[in-house]
């Protein structure tokens, strides 16, 4: 059974730095393209970060800049470096994954696996 499992979430204050990681078992990330998702209490999930099976890489405007999203397919794990965090950033995060996804693709409904979540609470 596939499996991604997020981690790296806490609380930090506004202006400080978090890494997130996504695991993957019985999965390739190689082979796959991988986003990152948020979901804030009451809103709706929404796009983050994004890193296709070629490497190419996209990110929301609100991210653009302090966010970093990077993959080690030798650890077949995938990174979310968060800097100069916001409060408008804390969220549930998610990484979800697409086999074979070769398109930049915004829409949670391309993905065809996802993690637990991982929550992440930036003070002001």
């Known amino acids: 059974q596939v499996q991604l499992v997020e981690s790296g979430g806490g609380l930090v204050q506004a202006g400080g730095s978090l890494r997130l990681s996504c695991a993957a078992y019985r999965l390739t990330f190689i082979s796959s393209s991988v986003g990152w998702f948020r979901q804030a209490p009451g809103k709706e999930r929404e796009f983050v970060a994004l890193?296709?099976?070629?490497?190419?890489?996209d990110y929301a405007d609100s991210v653009k800049g302090r966010f970093t999203v990077s993959r080690d397919n030798a650890k077949n794990t995938v990174y979310l470096q968060m800097d100069s965090l916001k409060p408008e950033d804390s969220a549930v995060y998610y990484c979800?994954?697409?086999?074979?996804?070769?398109?930049?693709?915004?829409?949670?409904?391309?993905?065809?696996?996802w993690g637990q979540g991982t929550q992440v609470s930036v003070s002001s």
């Open positions: 979800a994954a697409k086999i074979g996804g070769a398109l930049l693709s915004r829409s949670p409904g391309y993905y065809n696996y």
């Open positions: 890193v296709s099976r070629s490497g190419s890489k």
